[in-house]
């Protein structure tokens, strides 16, 4: 029988080895047709109608009684209409009792069943579920049979009644009323069972009668603790016979080297039966009634099982249990002269069994075990096969003392077994006290002990559970990777740690996976995700290198074994069933990727974005404008690095309220495609079709960047100066955008024919000067005014060139450039009136310089030009020093500018945009989500035509969310949540937003758990991580969020957080 505390549900396992997540076996004769008919009080044909469990605080049981509308009485004279029968066990107020064996029922159903009476005059179902059938209708005959399912993890003596019995129910009633014939008929008079008022028993209506199964064991083990169980001295067989064997038992399970169960014989009690009393209890003679008596050597000769606590659950070999509380044994009475409790060994080995359930052991699948299904009565009576002893030590394993070894000398222990050395590991039963004593190598000292002891003494510990040990050697240079251990199997993402000794200390790691370095740095840890290679067997080489340059290394071979599992992809705005509209921010997370992660957004199978990024979340923009309006489906599928994928997909309704844009177009206005141009042409572009308040224009000539615009506008234009391109064919090709970041593209074809033909060769260079440089325009004596373009060609000059002109001695002009001509404009307004020399020099990659001059004569009329006016830029917004969330709008302009401007924006030192326009502003949308809360520098640097250049720099604050809540009071780091919430209920995939404050030096790693099964560990430059949780895995209820730091100085600091989960 099973009692258990249950949570909101019961997760059914299926265990491993001769595990089975049962509770309890009864162990049974099959009884036969006649001895049923013969021993039952009453036989009916009934339907089930209603069925209510009972709490009696009284008894500390539950009862559940089951009301049937009887149809027809084969025995017993039981009146048509309604009776109510009681079975022990059932479901009320958060508890569950069971007997494993009873009969199952559910309402609605029609039944025929066999009753006798148990103590208080109330009608059960005779021998548990041997004494019920369901009838069903074969829907395609319309015959009808009697349905006997057998009891589950039932021991059955003989194999003739393991298996589900069907029966025509004609030939089966015809069989019973001849049973009946042959014997007195009898009246049942059954005693209705009283209303649950009239005892103050608590009730709870339930739909059936049926039990979940989950595995248990007892928690006491693993502190070395034993199981005492006590026997009922005053029942009338236990002092001659069964305290004997039930002992033998006890020696049995106690006797399982690398367990850690032992049991204690408690002694006498005056406890018996089932109950949930506080007491271990092994009763003969079915003190309390609860099992019908044989018939015929027939029945049921015991029970063993426990009582459980599903909300304490523990994970022992990856596998959860709940917390066995208390476990009883029952021996039937009523057996003498059957022959089976006669011999000593026949009643030993189902003491043995039984008390292998009370465990929380199950039947074993090999025949040969003692824990199989069927009894033996071999004569092996409390004897224990290979399969009994791997399911005892699966659950209960004994703790065992590891030590690490670092350096050059040996530790032995007392008691025996470590010889590390050879031998670094042993089991020792719980509570044993080990010493252990380090002996250095020659030439080596012993540095002292870490982990569980400490100092340079003897290391002495008591097992209560596994421990491990580490003894430093010091001298020579030594590594030893400390985790995880040699021959481990690996998955997700593991801590590598690694620990040196010896040598002149300042070590520098480099950890090696299959040869390829995957770390190197100071700190002696790092997270592997071994999700980057293959599943198999896999060499971790650590190296460890001395301020002295010397060097030591060690290596481990692991095995990782990652499932087959699928990248887990969220979206978590917009929200499944939502109405949007315009341009949408579709945030996609990827967990358990391999970076970077290239991410697609399709609707309703239409893709509309991709984008590829090693950092979580990713932001798209989808213009829902372009998507008929209705309900759609948006993907996301995800592609990381090693080729693992993932999807998500969620349904929103599109709102936009009209038809979609007309396309956008684009085209070049002038020169015409085929036009044959010379000098400086004026290139005119037009985009149609366009959404937003701004479109972007990006015009290449032979696949070379000319030009970017971004404009207010629908057309924009550039003067293309063709006389720096040779004569021939040329492709001008356009991309323009607009504000919904639409694209669409043009291409022509142009001749450029300029009548300058190339320069005659160079003079010789200059004295001192390897590059040959001339000036073909303007000519030698010319007469110039206004804007002057000078043409320079570089002969000789290994890779860009820089050229330097200069008017009358000053300098007027600079300009880098791999192609020749090189055309310089000149403004000779700024020079006097007069002869003046032109000079230009040349400098190439490597060094290499040359120089040319000319002299010409300025001759402008009326007074000089002013000066030009200095350029200035600024931020027209945000204002400096603002808060910001959101997408915010960057506004940049300038001053004093020449013709076009570039402008270059950069956030933090990282360039987010680059524009060229005709105009005096541009603006940038900046997604603030994509940095953390605080304060940000942006810059921005503006450079005109004449290569005028200035820059401006603000600093404003982003905060997207809530601030993490104040640290607690003491601790060295601080941790907080900003999500989920305090005692939040939460389903699905769950982020969980971490903070740390506090915190020293260049990275975090956080390490969060739930329970005791690890979530994920992850190292970040920050001061807060989002991580997911898949909460499908636990179990429904409250559950614990444990979550701790350890900063790159070695600090410290922990944090918890409550939630319930509700799949």
């Known amino acids: 029988m099973v009692w258990s505390r249950r949570g909101s549900w019961i997760l059914a396992a299926v265990v491993a080895l001769a595990w089975a997540p049962a509770a309890l076996a009864t162990t049974v004769v099959p009884v036969a047709d006649a001895d049923l008919v013969s021993t039952a009080t009453a036989i009916v044909i009934a339907d089930v109608t209603a069925i209510e ?228 209890t092994i009763s003969f003679g079915d003190p309390l009634g609860q099992l019908d008596p044989p018939t015929n050597c027939t029945g049921t000769l015991g029970l063993g099982g426990y009582f459980r606590d599903d909300t304490q659950t523990r994970v022992v070999n990856g596998q959860t249990f709940s917390r066995i509380l208390e476990g009883d044994v029952v021996f039937n009475d009523g057996w003498a002269g059957c022959g089976f409790y006669e011999t000593y060994a026949n009643l030993a080995e189902v003491a043995t069994h039984e008390l292998g359930h009370v465990l929380g052991l199950g039947h074993s699948t090999n025949p ?61 039963a719980p509570g044993t006290a080990v010493t252990l004593m380090a ?23 008591t097992l209560s559970a596994s421990t491990s040990v580490t003894a430093s050697f010091v001298g020579g240079l030594s590594v030893a990777i400390t985790a995880p251990a040699n021959g481990a199997t690996v998955s997700g993402t593991v801590t590598v740690s690694m620990a040196a000794s010896g040598g002149s200390g300042g070590y520098t790691y480099r950890l090696a996976v299959d040869g390829a370095t995957a770390f190197t740095g100071s700190t002696p840890s790092f997270a592997w995700n071994t999700s980057g290679v293959a599943a198999g067997t896999h060499t971790l080489a650590a190296t460890v290198t001395d301020s002295g340059g010397r060097t030591a290394t060690s290596s481990i071979t692991v095995t990782v074994s990652n499932g087959a599992s699928a990248l887990r992809v969220a979206m978590t705005t917009p929200s499944a069933g939502a109405t949007v509209s315009g341009v949408v921010w579709v945030t996609v997370w990827v967990d358990g990727a391999t970076a970077p992660s290239t991410v697609t957004l399709s609707v309703s199978g239409t893709v509309v974005k991709s984008q590829t990024s090693s950092s979580m979340p990713m932001t798209l923009d989808w213009n829902s404008r372009l998507t008929p309006d209705g309900i759609k489906t948006l993907t996301v599928s995800a592609r990381d690095a090693a080729g693992n994928t993932g999807s998500a997909s969620l349904s929103v309704t599109v709102a936009n309220g009209t038809t979609p844009p007309p396309p956008l177009t684009a085209r070049f206005m002038s020169p015409a495609n085929g036009a044959t141009v010379s000098g400086t042409v004026t290139v005119g572009m037009e985009v149609g079709g366009a959404s937003g308040a ?52 043009a291409t022509i074809t142009v001749t450029v024919q300029n009548t300058t033909s190339p320069p005659p060769p160079p003079p010789p260079p200059p004295t001192g000067g390897t590059l040959n440089v001339a000036m073909t325009s303007p000519g030698a004596g010319s007469t110039v005014s206004g804007v002057v373009w000078v043409t320079i060609w570089v002969n000789g000059a290994s890779g860009a060139s820089t050229v330097t002109l200069s008017a009358g001695g000053t300098v007027v002009k600079t300009q880098t450039s791999s192609s020749m001509p090189m055309t310089l404009d000149w403004d000779s307004r700024l020079t006097p009136n007069g002869a003046q020399t032109l000079t230009a020099g040349a400098r190439d990659a490597t060094g290499n310089t040359g120089s040319a001059s000319i002299n010409v004569t300025v001759a402008n009329s009326g007074a000089p030009p002013p000066p030009p006016a200095q350029l200035t830029v600024s931020f027209t917004s945000p204002a400096n020093g603002a808060t910001v969330s959101g997408t915010v709008t960057v506004g940049m302009a300038v001053s004093g500018a020449t013709g076009s401007t570039s402008f270059q924006l950069a956030i933090d030192g990282a360039t987010v945009s680059a524009q060229t326009v005709t105009g005096t502003t541009a603006t940038y949308a900046w997604n603030t989500t994509a940095v953390a809360n605080g304060n940000h520098t ?51 995939t769950v982020w969980m937003v971490i903070w740390v404050n506090g915190a020293s030096g260049s990275s975090n790693t956080f390490t969060v758990s739930v329970g005791s099964t690890l979530i994920r560990t992850q190292t970040t430059g920050g001061a807060n991580v989002s991580i997911p949780w898949d909460t499908i895995g636990f179990a429904n209820g409250p559950q614990t969020i444990n979550v701790t730091v350890r900063d790159a100085t070695g600090n410290t600091g922990s944090g918890a957080r409550s939630v319930t989960v509700a799949n």
């Open 439 to 461: 002996a250095p190598a020659a030439g080596s000292a012993f540095g002292g002990w870490s982990g569980a002891c400490s100092g340079t003494g003897t290391c002495s510990v």
């Open 53 to 280: 469990s009972r709490w009696d605080p009284a008894t500390r049981r539950i009862f559940t009684v089951i009301t049937l509308d009887v149809r027809d009485s084969l025995k017993g004279e039981i009146p048509l209409g309604p009776l109510t029968i009681r079975q022990l066990g059932g479901r009320v107020a958060g508890m569950q009792a069971w007997v494993e064996g009873s009969p199952e029922f559910t309402v609605g159903e029609r039944v025929l069943v066999f009753l006798s009476r148990n103590a208080d005059g109330t009608l059960r179902v005779a021998h548990l579920y041997q004494g019920k059938f369901s009838i069903v209708t074969d829907l395609q005959t319309g015959a009808s049979h009697a349905v006997r399912a057998p009891g589950r993890h039932v021991h059955v003596l003989g194999r003739g009644a393991a298996a589900m019995e069907r029966r025509p129910l004609a030939d089966f009633l015809r069989d019973i009323r001849l049973h009946v014939g042959r014997g007195p008929r009898g009246t049942a008079a059954p005693s209705q069972v009283p209303p649950a008022s009239a005892s103050g028993q608590v009730t709870e209506v339930q739909s059936s009668f049926v039990f979940l199964d989950v595995p248990a064991r007892w928690f006491e083990p693993d502190s070395g603790v034993g199981i005492p169980m006590r026997v009922n001295g005053s029942e009338p067989v236990a002092p001659t016979s069964g305290l004997g064997q039930v002992r033998d038992g006890y020696g049995a399970w106690n006797a399982v080297a690398g367990s850690a169960l032992r049991y204690v014989d408690g002694g006498s009690t005056d406890a018996r039966g089932f109950a949930f009393d506080g007491v271990n």
């Open 368 to 428: 040969d075990a003692t824990m199989y299904a069927f009894a033996h009565f071999d004569g092996r009576g409390a004897a224990l096969r290979d399969d009994d002893r791997a399911g005892v030590t699966f659950a209960y394993p004994a703790p065992t003392l590891t030590v690490q070894r670092i350096g050059s000398g040996t530790v032995t222990s007392n008691p025996a077994g470590i010889a590390c050395g050879s031998d670094c590991t042993e089991s020792y």
């Open 694 to 745: 701004s479109n972007t224009f990006r015009l290449t000539i032979d696949g070379t960047l000319a030009s970017t615009q971004t404009v207010t506008g629908t057309t924009a234009s550039f003067a293309w100066n063709t006389s720096a391109l040779a004569n021939g064919s040329h492709t001008l090709a356009l991309r323009a955008s607009d504000a919904a970041g639409r694209t669409a593209t």
């Open 938 to 988: 942006l810059t921005v640097g503006a450079v005109d035509a004449g290569g005028h250049s200035a820059s401006a720099t603000i600093t404003v604050t982003v905060n997207n969310q809530a601030a993490p809540p104040p640290p607690p009071a003491g601790g060295t780091l601080s941790i907080a949540f900003t999500a989920p919430g305090e005692g939040a209920t939460v389903t699905g």
